[in-house]
């Protein structure tokens, strides 16, 4: 079957999404470079969300769930004291510290 991020060579890159889009036994056309694809969807037919990609796919989202909240609770908790305490950040400084160290250089510009 096919999947959301699936790509099938030759055809359109609006294909996969046009055919999510439709209701079971619905029909529509998609048109590119001068061509135009009928397309016709005869059923859908549900994931087995036992299968080891679908477990995959579940870890994955667990993961970048809970990486996103950990992020959102550390940025909310960070604002907080920061408002609390009536202290400024320099933003510029800290973007430029961290670019630093990012490419390898450290804070001190790898001296």
Known sequence: ?????SFIEG???SFITTLFELEADGIT???SDGDAWLLRLDA????DSTA??????KDRFSAETAASFAAAITNAYTQSLVNSA???INQAAINAVNS???LG???HGGM
């Not at 080891?52 to 796919?57: E, I, M, S």
């Open 11 to 13: 055809t359109p890159p």
């Open 105 to 107: 250089g450290g804070a």
């Open 86 to 88: 009536g202290a400024d």
């Open 52 to 57: 080891p990609d679908a477990q995959l796919v």
């Open 44 to 47: 859908i037919i549900a994931a």
């Open 29 to 31: 056309v998609v048109a």
């Open 1 to 5: 079957g096919l999947t959301r991020d």
């Open 100 to 102: 630093a160290a990012f």
